[in-house]
């Protein structure tokens, strides 16, 4: 495999924001009780800006780790946002000026030129279903609504004078935490404190909703014998095998060490049953477009065909050479007369282990000996370059 996709592809682009993420809410949570900074900057850095250090970090890697999720997916919209995070992050522990923020600041530094370098990879937009805008709507409106309203009425309430306390109390009042400092004096904010409530537990409900929607869908996939959008968006560099057949089967064995690999099978009892041995599936007809760009055809180093259906393999390599013209496909034809066939699908080798086999079989049986043997080379030459890899 080549290096540089395994120390500057997409598994590296997310994993590097992924360790500043958890650096930078230790570094936070350490630098929490501080009220300033030491060292060189401690007369530099204006008394606010020290005074906020100490937890700053915190919240800016939880805000890395919700980018980390959109990696995930490759969308763009992630990618900016933690293209705008890391420097912050550099920043944060060049502020916090202690020894525990050396490898933030290292890392956040790192992490960047990585993040340039694979800006291609993470090119999807958010999706969006109207339930999740829903959610998100009624939730936006309950916090605006009950801010404006707690503002406008500060009169009727006590310990509220500003915009950041209306705001404050919306939140404890919708999210059902209710401290008590903050409590209606009147009727009227009474009455209006109810309808907070109401409103804001509502929308908060809705938004846990749609948040638990993609996790049970993520479930009901496993299930089925699907892969998660998110592990499909992991693979590169790796083998598509087109179907699922009795000739299948020792493939898979032999992928399993070698490299990573997704099987794309319409058939959902073999997809589950694959499932539960832990290999990469996708309920689909590989014939198609969609499965295929799912499974990352245009990343993959190459696909292989082997069914035992020499014409649902030949559609499946069609589809595939279209997709990615570079692709190294080969397939297994299961009669001879389907060699040249598949070769013109698009096939850039085209195997017949019938054939190959039923003349090894033959000819030992006509007498000619190290037939057997012959197997036994090709056996030998393959753990020989295993030994040199």
Request: proline letters at 4%; hydrophobic letters at 50%; a negative charge.
């Amino acid at each position: 495999m080549d290096w540089s996709r395994e120390w500057l592809g997409t598994r590296a682009t997310i994993l590097l924001p992924t360790l500043v993420a958890v650096l930078s809410f230790a570094t936070g949570v350490v630098n929490i009780g501080v009220t300033g900074i030491e060292g060189p900057l401690a007369d530099v850095v204006p008394r606010s800006i020290q005074r906020t250090a100490g937890f700053t970090g915190a919240l800016t890697g939880f805000s890395l780790l919700l980018g980390v999720v959109g990696l995930r997916r490759r969308l763009r919209v992630a990618w900016y946002l933690i293209v705008v995070l890391l420097p912050v992050s550099a920043l944060q522990g060049v502020v916090q000026s202690s020894a525990v923020s050396v490898p933030l600041v290292v890392l956040s530094l790192v992490s960047l030129p990585v993040l340039l370098l694979n800006r291609r990879r993470f090119d999807r937009s958010v999706d969006l279903s109207t339930a999740q805008l829903a959610a998100g709507a009624a939730l936006l409106g309950a916090l605006v609504y009950g801010t404006v309203g707690t503002y406008a009425l500060r009169e009727d309430f006590n310990n509220v004078s500003s915009l950041t306390d209306a705001f404050y109390y919306t939140l404890v009042t919708a999210s059902t935490v209710g401290y008590g400092d903050i409590t209606p004096t009147t009727e009227q904010a009474t009455l209006f404190a109810m309808s907070v409530v109401v409103l804001g537990t509502a929308s908060f409900a809705i938004a846990l909703g749609s948040l638990l929607g993609p996790a049970i869908e993520k479930r009901l996939s496993e299930a089925l014998g699907n892969m998660t959008d998110a592990q499909l968006d992991l693979l590169e560099n790796h083998v598509v095998v087109l179907g699922y057949g009795d000739l299948t089967e020792p493939i898979l064995e032999e992928l399993v060490d070698a490299t990573d690999f997704v099987v794309i099978t319409p058939d959902s009892e073999t997809a589950a049953r694959l499932q539960q041995r832990d290999i990469a599936v996708l309920t689909a007809d590989p014939s198609d477009e969609e499965p295929l760009r799912r499974a990352g055809i245009e990343d993959a180093r190459a696909a292989v065909a082997a069914t035992n259906d020499d014409a649902q393999d030949a559609l499946s390599i069609l589809t595939a050479h279209s997709l990615n013209p570079d692709l190294n496909i080969v397939a297994a034809a299961t009669e001879r007369e389907n060699i040249e066939k598949l070769r013109r699908a698009g096939a850039s080798t085209v195997i017949s282990p019938a054939l190959i086999g039923g003349h090894l079989l033959v000819q030992s049986a006509l007498g000619r000996e190290g037939m057997e043997n012959i197997a036994d080379h090709l056996l030998d030459i393959e753990r020989e370059d295993d030994a040199d890899i």
